[in-house]
Nanobody
């Protein structure tokens, strides 16, 4: 079965950087998966941060464009999120997610409720 394990969260001051990792296992060899990063704060709906397709196509939420970079290492089955110039409003629990749906990007990469596989989350706290 697919398992996703996030790491790399922590507490930083505004302007700082963090790199999140998501180690994936259980993927069928050669299978397609769309991968995404999401975040959520208490009382708010989960929101998409960034997504990456198997062909390397990338999309970002407007709020993180120019500051965050999503990438993946297929050899290590690991997804990354490099977060620079962090702001207090980036404080949230960050989750990685995977979806085997081929049309995930076209149908809406940030439709979090349609992703079947999720990690447990890693907390990011940015202080001003």
């Amino acid at each position: 079965q697919v398992q996703l394990v996030e790491s790399g969260g922590g507490s930083v001051q505004a302007g700082g950087s963090l790199r999140l990792s998501c180690a994936a296992s259980g993927f069928s060899y050669g299978a397609y998966y769309y991968m995404g990063w999401f975040r959520q704060t208490p009382g708010k709906e989960r929101e998409g941060v960034a997504g990456i397709d198997s062909d390397g196509s990338i999309v970002y939420a407007d709020s993180v464009k120019g500051r965050f970079t999503i990438s993946k290492d297929n050899a290590k089955n690991t997804l990354y999120l490099q977060m620079n110039s962090l702001k207090p409003e980036d404080t949230a629990m960050y989750y990685c997610a995977a979806d085997p749906l081929l049309d995930r990007h076209r149908l809406g990469w940030d439709r979090f409720w349609e992703y079947p596989y999720w990690g447990q989350g890693t907390q990011v706290t940015v202080s001003s």
